[in-house]
């Protein structure tokens, strides 16, 4: 598997082309909405005992005859962890396409990218059935060039497990980050959904799944060796247009059920 450095002229361009065009997400250092003692406005609550008079609102108290004081958001740097799957199901690819996890690579490092260039912290690991961190700790664009290097030569491999792996690396975020995961959600829905809340207490999470078109379609028919890329284990089977319909609707459902319980965590 082979990623082109080129990527990454890719990858400026487009930040170029977005920076002339709308401020995203990654545009300028990225803060949490925390409430604490920042300059920027959040909301009013009403007055305790203790808290400091000098926030007290005396022209909200003039118009309600009620004691509110201001809260302000927290502003401080906010952390971009990226959890790229490399189990071997990652390694699948119909014909004529990239595998998933190239896929996914390249979705992780422009995530990365895009911080870096904004001098947002990153962080960058892969997980099978637990993380491996890849990152240096320098979220510069040398450390992205190094990320492209060690995930082009990089061979998915290994039974992955979900829950632990990201209940694992929950455990290395000391404060509240945006988590990206990039996977393609084959393990059973329940463990995705264990994986994903413990990343969600304390963190926002972006879930990506990615699949290839044959895993959806399953376009072969007759007799067939089918392999599971993770275990090696191997069955002979015969597909015909039932059980090709039966398989279909079973990923379908699995499919909305992940994206259900996803949801269902924000």
């Known amino acids: 598997m082979s990623i082109d450095p080129g990527f990454i002229d890719e990858l400026e361009r487009f930040a170029q082309s977005r920076d002339q065009r709308v401020t995203s997400r990654y545009q300028g250092e990225q803060r949490t909405r925390e409430r604490g003692e920042g300059l920027t406005f959040a909301d009013y609550r009403r007055y305790a005992p ?34 790229l799957d490399s189990s071997g199901s990652m390694g699948f690819a119909g014909a004529g396409a ?62 992955g497990a979900f829950d632990d792996a990201l209940e694992a690396y929950a455990d290395r975020i000391d404060d509240r980050s945006l988590v990206l995961v990039l996977s393609d959600c084959l393990a059973p829905a329940a463990a995705v959904e264990a994986g994903l809340a413990t990343l969600a207490r304390d963190n926002e999470v972006i879930l990506v799944r990615t699949l290839d078109p044959v895993e959806r379609d399953l376009p072969v028919s007759g007799d067939v060796v089918v392999e599971d890329p993770e275990t090696t284990t191997s069955v002979r089977t015969h597909v015909g247009s039932r059980r090709r319909d039966s398989y279909r609707a079973r990923l379908r459902g699995h499919i909305q059920d992940v994206a259900d319980r996803a949801r269902g965590l924000g």
């Not at 509110?68 to 971009?80: D, P």
């Not at 595998?99 to 996914?104: C, D, G, N, R, S």
Request: proline share 4%; glycine share 8%; net charge negative.
């Open 50 to 83: 203790g808290d400091d008079t000098r926030r007290i609102d005396w022209k909200l108290f003039a118009r309600t005859d009620e004691l509110y004081v201001t809260e302000y958001e927290a502003e401080r740097n906010r952390t971009l962890h990226v959890l």
């Open 98 to 159: 990239p595998p998933k996890f190239e896929l996914a690579a390249k979705l992780g490092i422009g995530y990365a990218y895009l911080a870096a260039r904004a001098h947002d912290t990153f962080r960058f690991a892969v997980f099978d059935d637990r993380p491996e961190r890849l990152d240096r700790g320098r979220s510069t664009r040398g450390e992205v060039l190094g990320l492209v290097d060690d995930l082009g030569a990089r061979e998915p491999a290994g039974e």
